[in-house]
């Protein structure tokens, strides 16, 4: 145990010092344990995975921080807690919402508001999408359109499924980018690449 806590703070130093192949080892790693993690605070596998990645995308964001701590570990499961938190707070605060414009009579604009967004925001999305190279367009086209799981993928395009993970980090990474460069908005627009 203590073997692979020294090689994981091993690897968070790597990552500050920029290394991806490090990044690639530990996102693996923990890929797959925060995943069921997060499943069970957020109950949505679609929601679990989009706060896994944005958990990765801190980490890299932060990597010069994380790696100092005492337990970088420890950082990962913190923050897909908070996120995961938030993210039920947000869906309370929605359904709350809902009730009460529900409880009108009179169709709200703000759902006129709301639908042109979500237009705007899936065309953005098709955007980016279009500005991915072939491969990866592919992948994310056949993940989040088609619906096919990363084995499915993988076994259609001949790649291995950790390929078809690090495509869709990457794109979703990109996307995530291009929009927020475009509009400003950050983790929110990432329910709406999971739910294409």
Known sequence: MEELLYKDKHLFKEIAD???????????????????????????EMVAEEIVQE????????REEVAQMEHPVGWL???????SISYLRQLAGKEKKLQQLGETQEPSANNV???????????????AVALLPPKRQQIYQLSRQTGLSHKEIAGKLGLSQNTVKDQLVISLKFIKGYIRKETGISISILVMLFNR
């Open 113 to 127: 508001t709301d639908a042109l967004g979500a237009k705007e925001i899936a065309a953005l999305i098709n955007k």
């Open 18 to 44: 920029g290394d991806e192949t490090a990044f690639t080892q530990i996102f693996h790693e923990y890929n797959a344990r925060l995943f069921p993690f997060v499943c069970k605070i957020a109950r949505s």
């Open 77 to 83: 499961y913190r923050v897909a807690s908070n996120l």
């Open 55 to 62: 958990v990765f995308l801190r980490l890299w964001v932060n």
